[in-house]
């Protein structure tokens, strides 16, 4: 069996032992059904991973000792923000799993002027908490230690308008640039992706006006989920670590 890797926010060091939290103790001890002696890897977000054993496994928990500590360098070169405005059923959820398998060091999740989600505060932030897990659970299937930050939502103006030294990229049909012509990103990127219906005239204005590059992907006009998903690809291809 593969050896699991799981999220452990506690502080960890070589020798230590101690209680998973709930989440990896339940994917532990109840999905996976692992056992003492067994393996597995831990990360809390930092550039190593802790090779580990299981030495208890009960109704109130799982412990574990960490047995090693290593260094992993899977992170892209190229950091990416991504402003993805939120769309309909699980196609958030799928793009933003895929968006950090594909090397994505932020997200933003955007309100804009043809969103079709609306959500009361409550459930806002019950979302944003269920993108977070759906993140955490991404880096451990594809090797990151590094978690991205799913941010609190916001709208899509108050976003375009923060400070920030990233170049600024917007998908457009007839954009001044396409990949291959891009300037170098000498400080990340920061992508924005529209909803479904796209942005309306004023949104694509206040792109121009707040120093987004407008930039062509190709002939065909792409779902919001594969315009973000092909765009970060291209863009690591180009700058990143994707051969």
């Given at each position: 069996m593969r050896i699991p890797r799981i999220y452990e926010p506690a502080r960890l060091a070589l020798g230590l032992i101690l209680p998973l939290s709930e989440d990896g103790a339940n994917h532990?001890?109840?999905?996976?059904?692992?056992?003492?002696?067994?393996?597995?890897?831990?990360?809390?977000?930092?550039?190593?991973?802790?090779?580990?054993?299981?030495?208890?496994?009960?109704?109130?928990?799982?412990?574990?000792?960490?047995?090693?500590?290593?260094?992993?360098?899977?992170?892209?070169?190229?950091?990416?923000?991504?402003?993805?405005?939120?769309?309909?059923?699980?196609?958030?959820?799928?793009?933003?799993?895929?968006?950090?398998?594909?090397?994505?060091?932020?997200?933003?999740?955007?309100?804009?002027?043809?969103?079709?989600?609306k959500l009361p505060a409550e459930r806002l932030e019950k979302k944003r908490e269920q993108w977070q897990k759906i993140v955490i659970s991404a880096c451990e299937q594809c090797g990151r230690s590094r978690v991205p930050e799913v941010r609190t939502p916001m709208e899509l103006d108050a976003w375009m308008r923060e400070e920030t030294a990233e170049l600024k990229l917007n998908l457009h049909p007839r954009a001044e640039y396409s990949i291959s012509t891009l300037p170098i990103p000498e400080h990340g990127v920061r992508l924005l992706i529209g909803p479904e219906g796209g942005l309306s005239e004023r949104e694509i204005a206040d792109t121009v006006e707040?120093?987004?590059?407008?930039?062509?992907?190709?002939?065909?006009?792409?779902?919001?989920?594969?315009?973000?998903?092909?765009?970060?690809?291209?863009?690591?291809?180009?700058?990143?670590?994707?051969?």
């Open positions: 532990i001890g109840r999905v996976l059904r692992m056992q003492p002696g067994q393996e597995l890897v831990l990360f809390n977000g930092g550039d190593e991973e802790f090779p580990a054993v299981i030495r208890a496994v009960t109704k109130k928990g799982v412990e574990v000792e960490v047995t090693a500590v290593t260094e992993n360098r899977v992170e892209s070169p190229l950091a990416i923000h991504l402003g993805q405005v939120i769309s309909r059923g699980d196609k958030m959820d799928f793009t933003i799993q895929k968006a950090v398998e594909l090397g994505v060091t932020c997200i933003t999740p955007l309100f804009s002027e043809r969103c079709g989600v707040q120093g987004f590059k407008e930039m062509l992907l190709g002939p065909r006009v792409l779902r919001t989920e594969t315009a973000a998903l092909t765009v970060i690809t291209a863009l690591q291809c180009r700058f990143g670590d994707l051969a």
